[in-house]
């Protein structure tokens, strides 16, 4: 068993080289702020709302962070307060001033490339009288102030404009904005998520109402964020049921994690710092994906763009197929759709910027951060350059949308679930599925048919296009991959799930 499990792993480790290029997703949790951490859930222990020594050490804690997250962004700490997330901190402005101002207001304008924490929660409020109107972005994703200037009227309370996309980069110019809405007397929300860590940001210079902010993107912890509101500035509480944070948000604060995400801002202006490096590194990224590729389209904008981000769309290469070969061979990217988490709807931001659902689909998002190298890129580049000529064994891969009971039934199909076995507890498998282990797959190729074709399945894509490399260089040829796995396949065809899953499956014994 330990020799079958080291040779797949030597197998699997001539494909692979660590390159993590996601780095809008989220950040690697730098040392400083993980040593800050550590010592704050060692030491500091009180609840920060207690008025005896241990509890005042706490909020002691939690008003210095305070101060290092408002000093990063040039606000007033008393303007700074403490959510979970970034999405909370949005959803409770949008909500809190909805409430505020219906009905005698009831409009909001927003632009169409909004993280879905806000997209999506306008969505919900235009279901509840709220009327949401989109001002149009031009193909680099970037809005013009007298567009949106014209679309204000007697109703309209609030602007929402993002700092920094999180899908291609591009920054707006916030303070025409802010100017705008100070001429009509509007309110102004900006998610400035992306935007923290990557372009210097100056609140009190720009004299927007609110904020969101979130430490996970600027290598502090998950689980923390932060809400700024300009004095003055409407607001009601989202959460009840305490006084913490002013009574602007109630529940006992995570002091450890808003204790990071305080490091996390002290180390700003190294980050900062970092940018030109990175531009470099994307410039050469462009440019060598160019000669891979010249009729790619670099959706990101060349001026006005975070430093670290490049969207990219690579003509008749789908996203997913490509994410997986990359995924492979050890480097994570990011789709400009949602393939990587099942759903194979294109992304909102890039059909606002102009491309087609198939452009959607064969576009990719390459984050550059602190810990990347000129050898990832060069590693990466390969690795592009390797699959787009057709170096690369090519993978049969079907959406979950296409496995049909015509699929699941077709006698010519052998159902491969290669899954570990704790993963078919958690999710039932296709019927006439054959379980299999991944880790010695090959004590199990006498009883795989070459006469017909084997549809390999895992939980979530990645070991099942691994093995189907696998099953390759064993001289199968019919062979494919499920594309998102048996997760992908649940949440797209509930109906069958629900009907057939985990039905007939037989268990091969391996040599």
Known sequence: MLYNILAMAKYMMRFRRNVYLDYNATTNVSRSVRRTMIRVLKQYYGNPSSIYTTGRKSAEIIDTARRHVATAVNANPQNVYFTAC????????????????????????????????????????????????????????????????????????????????????????????????????????????????????????????????????????????????KHGSPFEPFMHGGHQEGGIRAGTECVHNIAGFGEACRNIKSLLANTRRIQKLKSKCIREIRKIKPDCIINSPESSCLANTISVTIPDVHSADIMAILDSRGIAVSAGSACSSGDDKPSHVLKAIGLSDSAARQTLRISLGNRTTIGDIRYTINVVREYVTGGSVHVNMIRPVEVTEDIIFDEQNFILDVRPQFLRKIVKGLPNSHEASFFSIKRYLHLLPRDKHILVVCQGGYLAYMVVHFLKSKGFENVSCLRAGVVGWKEQCRDLYKKYAGQNISILEPA
């Open 86 to 229: 970034a999405t909370e901190s949005n959803n409770a402005i949008l909500k809190s001033l909805s409430r505020c101002h219906y009905p005698e207001k009831n409009k909001i304008i927003a632009t169409p490339i909004e993280h879905p924490s806000i997209h999506q929660t306008l969505a919900f409020l235009a279901s509840q009288n709220i009327v949401v109107e989109y001002c149009p972005v031009d193909s680099e994703g970037k809005i013009d102030p007298k567009r949106l200037e014209s679309l204000i009227d007697e109703k309209t309370f609030l602007i929402c404009c993002m700092l920094a996309n999180n899908e291609i980069g591009t920054v707006q110019d916030l303070p025409a904005i802010a100017e705008i809405s100070r001429r009509h007397n509007i309110l102004v929300l900006s998610d400035c998520v992306q935007a923290l860590g990557k372009i210097p940001i100056d609140l009190k210079a720009w004299g927007i109402n609110y904020a969101s902010f979130s430490a996970h993107k600027l290598y502090g912890p998950k689980g923390v964020g932060a809400l700024y509101i």
